[in-house]
């Protein structure tokens, strides 16, 4: 098993490979693979507010007592207001809602971090993120998007750059220390641009476990992350 690159680790660099590239009968020893990520990224799909149906709290409580790593979970769903909080009952250490289904999304937040979780909040490839902007203080991560949300194996949107350097731009200027998370379509020949563009969590499915040696492709991911992450 290769080291794992702890100066990358010390800039701020995660990577949360995305079970939904993972082999689902064997996810015990799938997880296991990922023993030298961040977290592992738990994409939550209802059939409703995406075209997908995945898992629902039954899976992820199962998931987080066999994990070597910590969950970020990822709520595709509609209603979160109602739904997010079990998924940080469950002991997830992160849990992420989407801007676009959720009421009051603030609130959300505050009750998710008053359980113990951080608080995450995702947006789509179209929606701005100008109105999140006086909402920093309010979220541990924002995920950008960087594929239509429902699907795993889909390519890089490179038109979600720019909105992508917005909002690291507006972080800097109020000394935010959110988390800015980018997920979909990211490997090695796409993780370079959006790091360039802020990004310091990435999310990486098949790039990870359709590597033969999850360990080293998760090493690679990092170390490039953090050669061209601007600080």
Excluded: C
Excluded at 211 to 224: F, H, Q, V
Aim: proline share 7%; glycine share 8%; aromatic share 6%.
């Amino acid at each position: 098993m290769p080291p794992i690159d702890d100066a990358a680790r010390q800039r701020g660099i995660r990577i949360n490979p995305s079970i939904l590239a993972a082999d689902f009968v064997n996810m015990q020893a799938e997880l296991a693979r990922i023993a030298t990520a961040d977290f592992v990224h738990v994409d939550v799909m209802d059939n409703h507010f995406v075209p997908n149906l995945t898992f629902g709290p039954q899976m992820v409580e199962r998931i987080q007592a066999t994990s070597p790593v910590p969950l970020d979970v990822h709520l595709m769903i509609s209603d979160p207001d109602r739904w997010a909080p079990g998924y940080a009952e469950l002991g997830a250490a992160s849990v992420t809602f989407h801007l676009e289904a959720a009421t009051e999304p603030v609130a959300l937040a505050r009750r998710l971090r008053d359980i113990g979780a951080r608080a995450g909040v995702a947006v789509k490839p179209a929606t701005p993120v100008e109105g999140l902007f006086d909402l920093l203080d309010d979220f541990d991560q924002i995920l950008v998007m960087t594929v239509e949300p429902g699907f795993g194996g889909q390519s890089f949107m490179p038109e979600t750059m720019p909105k992508l350097r917005r909002l690291t731009d507006e972080a800097r200027r109020r000394g935010s220390s959110v988390w800015l998370q980018v997920d979909g379509g990211i490997g090695e020949s796409t993780i370079a641009q959006a790091a360039e563009a802020g990004a310091d969590t990435f999310v990486a499915g098949s790039a990870v476990f359709g590597a033969g040696d999850p360990s080293n492709a998760i090493a690679g991911l990092r170390a490039s992350a953090a050669e061209h992450h601007i600080h």
